[in-house]
Each structure stands twice: as C-alpha cells, then as structure tokens.
C-alpha cells in the first residue's frame, strides 16, 4: 500500500477540531483529575472543554484566534524559553506537510513538559527511521491510543478518512518498561 499526500487544500492556520469522544478515549486510560493541563493548539477548545469537564485545570493558547479566545496567544514552535509547570501538554497539533510541524511540536512538547504529553495524530506517525528519537530510543514514552472509529475534523457528522491515535509519553520512568497498545473508539 502507498500512502499519498492529502488531497485536502492546506490553510495556514486551518482549523481542525477535535471531537469530544476523541479526548474522552484518551482521558478514560490517563485520567487528568486535578491535573494542571497546557492545551497550545486549542482552537476552539473542544479538547480544553473535555479536559475540564474531567477535572483539570486547563491553560490554552494559540497561534491564532478562532471562535473562542485562548488565554494566551502563542506560537509553539517560536524558540522562546517557555517551560510549563504544571502536569501535561495534551493537544492535537498541526502536522505540516509530511507531519514534519507534528514532529517538531512533540518535540518541543517533551521539552517544555517534564509530565504527561498526548498528542494526537496519523496512527502511522510512529513509523519511520526519523522518529526513533520520539519512541523506540525515547524512555519517556509510555504508550499509544489507538482510535478504531475515524474523526471527523471538520465536525460535519461524515467519517474521517484518516485513522488517529494518541501518543502519550509520561515523566521517565524506572526502566525496564514497555509502553503499552491500546484500542479505543466512540464507546466507552
């Protein structure tokens, strides 16, 4: 099978949210209760809102504004010292041509957060020899959600046409350890 580039027009800035079950998958095998969350890809909040509904406080910024101000306007990828102090960096980033954007916010997200980092993206992100730094050498990463139902970015009730996971890596952990596969979808 060959994987080909999306046919989708790219946008700078383009909003793709996120649906609610999405999160709720995630937060079902890595609770966030009491947890202080930094949402930096926010758009209009629908993961924030899920996060908060689960009991975190949740900090969101963004590139840009969409429907919903974010508490911070913030460009992820600008090389400015920002650490974060609180429990995780949970988010579904842009991904750039060739997930290349993807690559460099896990990347910046495991450097900013000592915690928990989930990201969702392609459920095929993990292959590839330029991203063993991410998972097979990186002691850091615990595991990855699979999604078995499809996401509907464009929040238009019609099936995605790409499959998704979570990618969660946590604070280092005493080794040896194998990060763990899970399956979920819509339903709990």
Known sequence: MTVVSSKYARIENDLCQTEPWATEALIRHFPVTDMKIWEPAAGNHLIADVLKEAGATVHTSDIA?????????????????VTFGGDGIITNPPYGVQNRTAVKFAEKALERCSGLVALLLT??????????????????????????????????????????????????????????????????
């Open 123 to 188: 459920a095929k992100f993990d292959s590839g020899s330029t991203r063993t730094h991410l998972f097979r050498d990186n002691p850091r990463f615990a595991g990855k959600i699979v999604l078995i139902d499809r996401i509907s970015l464009l929040l238009n009730n019609e099936s995605g046409t790409e499959d998704h996971a979570w990618y969660i890596w946590t604070e280092a952990p005493r080794l040896p350890r194998v990060p763990v596969l899970i399956y979920a979808g819509r339903e709990a």
């Open 65 to 81: 504004t969409y429907e919903r101000p974010q508490d911070q306007w913030l460009d992820f990828l600008d090389d400015l010292p």
